[in-house]
């Protein structure tokens, strides 16, 4: 079965530096997505993106957030300066119709 | 704002029983799906329903949805201790199709 891989799992990230988080959706979805989760929070929405722009995004996803579909295959979240709050696990979701596929995520600690 | 609710937070049943979990939501959908995490691992897609049904089945669960009260339960049959998960639930609404989730019901099953 078709399967969204993200890479790290886990990446470890000291305060102010940037890093990029990796995602590669099902070849045939059309729409894209970046959720996260706090931990012990609710799943939060952070962005969407279709047709090579983003479509939609939360109050959450300010200027140190940027997405990137680079090649036409990955999709990436890059957090500028991190912040010790940006520390979470984040997903990212692909859909063609009425279905996301989930990745397994990439947990991002902060230091 | 909060969209989907679920109830109750933790539920602790044998192995063997049905384990019912609630959800319940403020704004129209277009659809509602149920999710299972892992502690600390990736967001699994269960189920969705769409706001025209109200009933949907696979395997051991069952989905109910009615749109007049705005809720949803998610019943899962023979409970086995790797069903030791949360449950989530997630609305996605006719303008787009983002998803709004719960706090999640932590359910153990209990050899």
């Keep these: ?111 | 704002s909060q969209q989907g609710e679920e109830d109750p937070q933790a539920l602790s049943i044998q192995e063997g029983e049905n384990a019912t979990m609630n959800c319940s939501y403020k704004t129209s959908i277009n659809n509602l799906q149920w999710y299972r995490q892992n502690s600390g691992r990736g967001l699994v897609h269960l189920i969705l329903i769409r706001s025209n049904e109200r009933e949907k089945h696979s395997g051991r669960l069952r989905v109910t949805l009615d749109t007049s009260k705005k809720s949803s339960s998610l019943l899962i049959t023979a409970s086995r201790a790797a069903d030791t998960a949360s449950y989530f639930c997630a609305t996605a609404s006719d303008s787009n199709y983002q998803l709004i989730w719960g706090a999640g019901t932590k359910l153990i099953i209990k050899p």
């Design chain 1, 1 to 111: 079965e078709p399967e969204v891989t993200q890479t790290p799992s886990h990446q470890v990230t000291q305060m102010g530096q940037e890093v990029i988080l990796r995602c590669v959706p099902i070849s045939n979805h059309l729409y894209f997505y970046w959720y996260r989760q706090i931990l012990g929070q609710k799943v939060e929405f952070l962005v969407s993106f279709y047709n090579n722009e983003i479509s939609e995004k939360s109050e959450i996803f300010d200027d140190q957030f940027s997405v990137e579909r680079p090649d036409g295959s990955n999709f990436t979240l890059k957090i500028r300066s991190t912040k010790l709050e940006d520390s979470a696990m984040y997903f990212c979701a692909s859909r063609q119709h009425y279905g996301y596929t989930f990745g397994s995520g990439t947990r991002l600690t902060v230091v």
